[in-house]
């Protein structure tokens, strides 16, 4: 690939395929940018990709950064990971995406009535717009069970850690 000239790559590929991918170009000292998606994970890469190799990946993301505190998303989620969560376990993306996740859910069955069932979760999720701190989520749109848009850059620092 690297005697492609090629600018960037782009790897759409699952988090295992994605850490390999980046591994195995960055052990052949091609410095090609590499960008991926959220879903692989910063501490995958910061474990099997050389240390001289994972600064500088782009990774989209679809959250806020997990690092920061200025949401009151991140700083609920934060709150919610140390009460509940193991000792020592890392408050990651994946970690946010699924407490995210996990409170639409919640909401969506709530409106859903005294007696969920499959079809009043679907409909009252299809009617749901909610902020959930600084995050907007609307399934209420045209657009086919999407409920947020946000996308963000964020770029493997040397330190391991995504800087947006």
Known sequence: MKQSGAQAYIAILAPNSGLAFARDVRTLADATPLYSLSYVPVKGLVDKVPSTGYAGIGLAQVTPN??????????????????????????????????????????????AGPAPTPERLAAALRQLRIDLGGYPVDFTGDSANVGSLYVDIGVVTREGRLMY
């Open 66 to 111: 997990v690092y920061s505190s200025s949401t009151a998303l991140v700083r609920d989620f934060h709150a919610a990971m140390d009460k509940h969560a193991a000792p020592g376990t890392d408050h990651s993306q994946l970690h946010l995406i699924g407490y995210m996740a996990a409170r639409v859910t919640v909401e969506g069955l709530r409106r």
